[in-house]
């Protein structure tokens, strides 16, 4: 049955050790220079960059910019971040393609730092 049909939605189920995001936060109106903020988010099934951001937007932090609507399947391309996962080198990619396990270090920046809109928002 989908889940658009059920008459419950329940929270999911943690597995796991937490995800560490360490995410690019940037206000025009407010900073005068970009920083880091991190986020220990509780790891859930099938997680992406781009659930783990809608994690933090709906339970730690309301005012973390990042365009909210995609495609679901790297099509559109809204959802671009430059990533950084476990220390590995930093990769331009789709986020809600790219796969989170238990226990990551993420480090999320925007696709281009120098056409910043707020956080992970860019012009295009």
């Given amino acids: 049955m989908s889940h ?13 050790d ?26 859930h099934t099938r997680m992406s960059v781009f659930t783990l951001l809608r ?21 559109c391309g809204t959802c671009q971040v430059r990533l950084q996962v476990n220390g590995s080198k930093e990769k331009q990619l789709k986020g809600c ?5 238990p226990g990551a270090h993420v480090i999320i920046k925007p696709f281009r730092e120098n056409k910043v809109i707020r956080d992970l928002v860019v012009d295009f």
């Fill in 4 to 16: 658009i049909l059920c008459a419950e939605v329940t929270d999911p189920v943690e597995l796991g």
């Fill in 55 to 75: 994690e933090i937007y709906t339970h730690q932090d309301q005012t973390l910019a990042f365009r909210n609507q995609q495609c679901g399947r790297g099509i």
């Fill in 97 to 101: 393609t790219i796969p989170l396990q």
């Fill in 18 to 43: 937490p995800i560490i995001a360490d995410i690019y936060r940037f206000d025009p109106s407010v900073d005068t220079q970009a920083r880091m903020e991190r986020f220990v988010v509780p790891y």
